[in-house]
Each structure stands twice: as C-alpha cells, then as structure tokens.
C-alpha cells in the first residue's frame, strides 16, 4: 500500500479556477480516471479525473476554492495490484451508458443559462459524517433546479452513484412524452418583470471580454469571399462519405492556417507589458462554440498538421464535448487565433471581439447566394448566382498595421475561392 499526493493536472493558460463541485469524499475508492472534482473557468467547466486508482485518504480541495497548475488536490491511498484489480470494464460500461442516456435527453431536459451559483450546494467532501455527497454535475444541477427536483431522492446510476440526466429523465417519467407536452407542463412561460441569473461562464466571459474590448484596440476588415466553386466541392465529398458530418467550417480552418503561416504575426501573442511579441510555432484555432451554459472556446491543436475530413472529426468530437460540459484542460489552452462562426444561425456582418492574448479573429456571417458578374469588369461577363461568405477579421491594431490586415484577408479569399492554392 502506497500513499499518492494527486495534483491539480496542467491547465495550460488558465489561473485562479474556481472549484465548484467536489465529487469525492475521504474512504471512497475511485478507478483511474474517474472523475473527483468539477472546475469552472471562463471558458468552460470541466471534470479533473484522478490518473491513479486507489483509496481517498484526504482532500485538499473544497467548493468555492481557486485552484492552479500543480496545486496539491487529495491523498490517495493505492498500489499498483489494486490499480489493476479495479473493476474497469464495469466502469466503462456504466460511462457507455451515462453517455447514451445523456444523448438520448429530449430537447425540454437540456440545461439552460442558470446561473450554477443558484444550485444546491453539495455537502462537504473532507468529512465521513452526515449525509452523503450528491454527485451530479453542474448542468445535471440546473436540470433539477428547473424542474424542482430534490437530488437526493434520486438514486444516481452513473459511475460510483452519479447522478445522470437521463435519472432525472426517469424520475419525472418524462422517458416516453412527447417533447411538445414536457415543454407545456414544465417550462410555463416567464412573466416580463422575471430575472434572470447570468452563469458562472458567462460573468466570468463578460469580464474577460469587457477587459479585451477596453484594453485591445480593435480594428475590423470587412470582406466577402466567393465559395460557389468550395461549396460544390464540399457536396462532392459529403456524397463521397455521406455518414461523416463535413460543414464548411474545416475547410475555413483549413485556408486560415495557411493565411496564419504566410502572415506570422497575426498567430502571436502581445506580452502583458507590451514590450515584445511571441510568434507562435503551431497553428491551433480557437473556435467559438455556443452551449447551454454560454459561449466556449475550446481549441483545436496544430490545424496546419490535419486535413480537412481530420479537423472535421476533431471539431464534431470536441464541440460535443463543449456542449456536454465535458472538456479538459488539454481542450482549452494553447490557442493562438480564434474563429467565431455565425453562419449556421444568421447575420451576415458583425464586429468579433479579440479573444485576448491573441491578436486575431475571424467572424464568419451567413453564406447567401447573390447575383454576381463573373469576370473583369471591363470584359462585361455573364452574370451568375454565386455562394459569398461574408468575412469579418478583428485585430489588435497595436500588432497589426491596416496593409498586414488587408494581406491577410485578400489571401483569406484566394484560398476560400480556390483551395489548389493551398497545395501549390
């Protein structure tokens, strides 16, 4: 038997993350990689799994606590027989289930912009005495305060007890009702006076914005690329390989890091003190991701090493994720230049804001199809109906100068107009 001191893993970028849930308490035994506490950042929450199976002996961490890289989070008593006497394939399966069930939910169940603060705060972990911890996560939280359910009449069939949506599902016996009829009972139409609490993400995304916009002196470029000829290309594909998901958005990411590697200094980062510059070696993009809980960026690493069907998947995964309330550290740090994709709700023009320290963003509007003249305008050609995506890019002006701006851009076209020019 072997005492283990755990740590708080590498959160890449991010300091000072609030705990907002403990999972565990002293006495339980945990597999790897189960689940022990939940973080709540700007960006995202996320769950801190334990990378060693074994017996809690302490926990250095409670709800409300800000935590770092390193940070020491709970004692584990284990040794390496027990690690691999765990009984992992039922774990597995419990989680196999927990997923399905969560991806089952009817539309009613999805959580919405509550603020985690107003939930039931779960009992103290660092105490064998007294009631049970109730181990559910945040968005599993706002489902019950929405619908007033009291967690601790609901036995958890997730792993080590957790509880999941699909529990409280099958406690309001809302499994076979139609989507329309739980929306009309459960969810009465809010009176004009109601308030309603921001969530933790969106304060803390309302900070980390409002300090990027007063202190980043953007400046944006307004553009339109002609997709006409990408669109049809990306069809042909789709019907190639018609159970892979292929929006428009990889082959952006795709034509931006060719931009980014052409044009460097729109993929740095400005020091605090102004004083220097940090070219980035890797391209990874952030892209904006819209959830239940507010706006997330997680990022996608080194998108100049991937193809086009590869960042697709990567994307589809990791934006599942995001909306799950699933991404780890490793989803959130390291992003050098990021993509707001607007165009699969509607709009075609707005301004993004930086996502600081980076010094770039794209906003992508609605695609719509416009009457066009094709060719020179002194050659009179044909007039068609063409696909254009409006294209705005932010920029921090005190890296980047309007010619640098423009370069890119006008590249950013080139390359959306006609992909080839990325292989050349």
């Known amino acids: ?120 705060a779960p009992v103290s972990s660092n105490s064998s005495a007294g009631p049970s911890p109730i181990h559910a996560s945040p968005a599993v939280r706002r489902i019950a305060s929405e619908h007033a359910v009291d967690l601790s009449q609901i036995t958890g069939t997730g792993p080590h007890g957790r509880i999941t949506k699909a529990d409280i599902q099958n406690h309001l016996g809302l499994q076979a009702a139609p989507a329309s009829t739980a929306t009309s009972t459960s969810q009465p139409k809010p009176s004009s006076s109601e308030t309603i609490a921001l969530s933790r993400i969106q304060k803390l995304s309302a900070q980390h914005l409002q300090q990027s916009w007063a202190n980043i002196p953007h400046v944006t470029h307004f553009d339109e690329a002609d997709i006409t000829d990408l669109e049809a290309w990306r069809q042909q594909l789709k019907q190639q390989q018609p159970d892979q998901a292929l929006s428009l958005l990889p082959f952006v990411m795709k034509a931006v890091s060719y931009c980014l590697a052409q044009e460097p200094r729109f993929n740095s980062q400005l020091s605090a003190d102004g004083e220097s510059l940090r070219l980035n070696a890797e391209i990874n993009l952030g892209i904006a991701v819209d959830t239940a809980d507010g706006l997330v960026v997680p990022v996608i690493q080194q998108v100049e090493q991937q193809g086009v069907r590869s960042l697709a998947k990567t994307l589809g995964e990791t934006a599942q994720r995001a909306r799950d309330g699933k991404l780890s550290p490793a989803d959130l740090k390291g992003g050098s230049f990021t993509i707001s994709n607007l165009g699969g709700i509607g709009g075609q023009h707005f301004t993004p804001i930086i996502n600081a320290p980076e010094v770039g963003i794209l906003g992508l509007g609605q695609a719509r199809w416009q009457l066009k003249r094709i060719g020179p305008p002194q050659q009179q050609g044909d007039i068609e109906d063409r696909l254009i995506q409006p294209l705005a890019l932010s920029y921090d002006h005190r890296v980047i100068d309007g010619a640098v701006a423009a370069r890119f851009i006008a590249l950013l076209k080139q390359a959306l107009e006609d992909l080839r020019k990325i292989l050349l």
């Open 1 to 120: 038997m072997a005492s283990i001191n755990i740590t708080i893993p590498d959160l890449g970028d991010i300091e000072d993350v609030e705990v907002i849930e403990v999972l565990v308490k002293v006495g339980d035994t945990i597999a790897a990689d189960d689940p022990v506490i939940v973080l709540e950042s700007a960006k995202a929450s996320m769950d801190i799994p334990c990378p060693t199976a074994g017996t809690i002996e302490s926990i250095a961490v409670n709800v409300g606590d800000k935590v770092n890289s390193g940070d020491a989070l709970l004692q584990l008593l284990g040794s390496e027989e027990e690690s691999e006497s765990e009984p992992e394939p039922a774990t597995a399966a419990e989680a196999t289930e927990t997923e399905n069930n969560h991806q089952a939910a009817p539309a009613n169940l999805e959580p919405t912009a509550e603020d985690a603060a107003n939930d039931p």
